[in-house]
């Protein structure tokens, strides 16, 4: 059986590369809805994505993240998970079964430079853990899922805009 995809579109890729930014703007220029499963996370724990990892740890954090992932039901929406969700291998399944996956791609030194306190803004590290060990462990990963790719480095948050539309299959 010839199975086919959604008509939704799933950004992944580093904390920091835009998928909430560029993700709600994308919806728009699409007439799509737009989902961020991040605010989903913080509205089903009533808990702040932060303090969830704090708290709880990441295995905690990515069980939640998992099960709200491979749980979204969607139509003609743009869907931000956060920069983890890469994780799951069920959750990324059922991404890829309801829609596209584009994966807005950047280099270290720009994710490093956008990224403040990594505390503070929750971000799935172990311990001993730097920022660049995280991010070759997880490019692997986004390629791996990528159903189309988006080089957005040195590009304002207009200019990826454009580039993701004109990318779209
Ligand atoms: N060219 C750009 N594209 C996207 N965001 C940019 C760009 N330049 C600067 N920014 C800034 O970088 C930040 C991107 O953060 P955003 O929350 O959208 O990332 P994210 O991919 O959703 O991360 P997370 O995985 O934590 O949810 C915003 O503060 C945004 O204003
Ligand atoms: O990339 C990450 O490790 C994370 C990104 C955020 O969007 C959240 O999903 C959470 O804070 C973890
Ligand atoms: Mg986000």
Redesign the pocket.
């Known amino acids: 059986m010839i199975s086919q995809k959604g008509n939704n579109y799933i ?1 992944i ?11 709600v703007l994308l919806a728009k220029s699409l007439g799509a809805e737009f989902i ?1 499963t ?1 605010l989903v996370i913080q509205q089903k724990t009533g808990k702040l994505l932060k303090d969830i990892i704090s708290e709880e740890g990441n295995e905690t954090f990515k069980q939640i993240e998992e099960d709200v992932n491979a749980s979204v039901e969607a139509e003609n929406s743009v869907i ?1 998970p ?3 969700a890469i994780y799951s291998q069920r959750a990324m399944d059922h991404f890829k079964q309801i829609g596209t996956v584009i994966y ?1 791609q950047l280099k270290f030194d720009t994710v490093a430079e ?1 990224l403040g306190d990594l505390a503070d ?3 799935v590290l172990d311990n001993g853990q730097t920022l660049c060990d995280l991010y070759h462990e997880r490019i692997p990963l986004y390629e791996k899922y990528a159903d189309i790719t988006v080089d ?1 480095d040195d ?3 207009g ?2 805009l454009e580039k993701v539309l004109e990318n779209l299959i």
Do not use: F, H, Q, W
């Not at 890729?13 to 993700?23: E, F, N, Q, R, V």
């Open positions: 950004l890729g580093m904390p920091g590369a835009g998928k909430s930014t560029i993700g961020d991040d931000a956060g920069g983890s807005l956008r803004r929750g971000v957005t590009l304002k948050i200019e990826a």
